[in-house]
């Protein structure tokens, strides 16, 4: 009884209150939202940094931190990500974190693009000259490249109040500083020793978005840290070069054995799937189309030495085409964090020579074995007449009795050779002996 009162002491206390002060409440809640990007820059990196800032504005964050630690990565992805962030309606802060990591070139781009850059101890920023993916670029396309890119970050550092001067240098010179010598030099605007000190730091600043001015208040901001989907990580792990690169090898294994044993449907599923996702991976990675074809080529070469006697020269074929291709299959980008382990590409090598070698050989070898089930395993047999063949009678053969018929008369006990099969019926000839 007790209890039921205090419930209704407390509903009407509820009703008295003005609906005022809850919408007051609500109004005042404030949250910042909190990513980590500290992979190479791809397109993975591109979709989760894009769909975070849409997110935020749809829910109405006070702001977006990207917490990075990259060495760079795809200019294309890179370019895709300033874009977002300029077009951006909520603040964009970047912390360069933890102490060691870097914002190297593509980061340093999308450091200088946010509304404010924040860098902790013992981190550095900068060595942003671009690299050519496809291939080693010639003077006159390196030049077009450097001049964009430099232009591109005068832009941003203009646009953002920073030096644009240093980040020039570090597009045409690769240079790169320290946090402490980044905050001198004005790169970024200040030095956090965690997120919450970059959130009191930031507060109070006025900051360009793209529907206009606005004053950050986030000193006592909640803080919502967004984690990768189950989507994203997946996404992640088959983009890495090394994972790709044996996704694809797998992958041709898989289909190749299925195609010299077919029927064992294992081996065909397993590398059709394995297949897709290393072409997937390839949709993420800078791929040198000539690369590709070498592994491809190689691979061809180990199938015809299984088939073909040329003492060795297809092998050797295969194994330097294969190598060559694993080498360039991938541009290496800034800090060449596409690159290849070479023990990954020997490795591989080695497993795909011995796979074709032995596994395949084996394959094939047993398909050119003769026959020794079913009727056809009959041809070649020995018996003898069971009966007198004229034309036609029985013979015994492996202990059991045939239908036979012979072009010449065989009186019974005559010892026989089986040379055809139709249908339930065995063509025969007399067995001829030596010296006979």
């Known amino acids: 009884m007790r209890l039921a009162l205090s419930g209704v002491l407390v509903a009407l206390a509820l009703a008295l209150v003005p609906a005022s002060c809850f919408a007051k409440s609500a109004s005042d809640y404030r949250f910042v939202y909190v990513m980590t990007v500290d992979e190479a820059i791809t397109p993975i990196t591109e979709q989760r940094i894009t ?15 990207i917490q990075i630690d990259t060495p760079g990565g795809l200019e294309s992805s890179m370019r895709g990500i300033v874009k977002a962030i300029l077009a951006s309606k909520v ?33 550095n920023i900068g060595a942003a000259s671009p690299v050519g993916m496809g291939g080693q670029m010639d003077s006159t396309l390196a030049h077009k490249a450097m001049n964009d890119a430099a232009a591109f970050i005068q832009t941003l550092a203009e646009t953002r109040g920073r030096n644009a ?27 956090a020793t965690d997120l919450h000190d970059v959130l009191v730091q930031a507060s109070g600043r006025t900051v360009k978005v793209s529907t206009g001015d606005v004053t950050l208040d986030l000193a006592h901001a909640s803080i919502h840290e967004i984690h990768a989907t189950f989507r994203q990580r997946v996404l992640a792990w088959v983009a890495d070069p090394t994972i790709a690169y044996l996704l694809l090898t797998l992958g041709f294994y898989g289909i190749l054995f299925e195609l010299q044993s077919p029927g064992a449907i294992l081996p065909g599923v397993v590398g059709a799937i394995f297949m897709v996702l290393g072409f997937v991976a390839l949709q993420t990675l800078p791929v040198n189309t000539a690369g590709l074809l070498l592994i491809a080529l190689g691979i061809v070469f180990f199938a015809l030495e299984v088939k073909i006697h040329s003492h060795g020269i297809l092998a050797a074929g295969g194994v330097i085409s294969f190598v060559t291709g694993s080498l360039i299959l991938f541009e290496p980008g800034p800090a060449g964090v596409f690159r290849l382990p070479l023990p990954v590409i020997l490795g591989t090598t080695l497993a795909t020579a011995l796979f074709f070698l032995w596994v395949i050989g084996k394959a094939v070898g047993s398909q050119r074995r003769p026959v020794t089930t079913g009727a056809q395993a009959m041809v070649g047999q020995v018996g003898e007449a069971a009966t007198p063949l004229t034309p036609r009678g029985q013979i015994r053969v492996r202990g059991e009795i045939w239908q036979a018929q012979s072009a010449d008369p065989l009186p019974v006990g005559t010892p026989v050779e089986v040379v055809h099969v139709r249908g339930l019926t065995l063509e025969v000839r007399a067995l001829r002996r030596e010296g006979a």
């Open 51 to 65: 769909r975070q800032i849409h997110e935020a504005e749809h829910d109405g964050a006070q702001a977006l931190v």
């Open 91 to 123: 603040p964009i802060i970047s912390y360069v974190t933890p102490p060691g990591g870097r914002a190297a070139s593509a980061g340093l781009f999308i450091v200088t693009a946010t509304h404010v850059a924040a860098m902790a101890p013992n981190t």
């Open 165 to 191: 001067e240093w980040n020039v240098d570090a597009v045409r010179r690769a240079v790169a500083v320290s946090a402490t010598d980044a905050v001198k030099l004005h790169v970024v605007d200040f030095i």
